[in-house]
């Protein structure tokens, strides 16, 4: 990097990039992981759902912890069916006759 523009150029992209909440740093991983751990890298940086719960699974992964009970309950609340006012009554019926 001999040219003092080009030395600017990427300056001022890692200061955006720090505005940004990004840091940079190196890590020693398997060459094979290469491309999982480039990819793993850019889909944390962009903060949505996605990113956060990847996040989660990973640190539950590394923590060893099983997962929190409850997951298919929490769902179940969150759903915008919850104040939906369903009514689901069926009326009861006997069923019919059946000659054996």
């Known amino acids: ?20 909440g990004i840091a940079r740093f190196e890590i020693q991983a398997l060459d094979a992981d290469r491309d999982l751990l480039r990819s793993l890298a850019r889909k944390l940086t962009e903060d949505g759902p996605e990113a ?18 409850g997951g298919i309950l929490a769902a179940l609340r969150r759903s915008p069916l919850v104040s939906a006012d369903l009514d689901l009554s069926r009326p009861r019926e006997e069923g019919r006759k059946v000659d054996l």
């Open 52 to 69: 956060g719960q990847l996040r989660r699974t990973i640190q539950q992964a590394m923590a060893g912890e099983p997962p929190k009970a």
């Open 1 to 20: 990097m001999g040219n003092s523009a080009q030395k600017r150029a990427i300056e001022n992209y890692r200061s955006r990039l720090t505005e940004r």
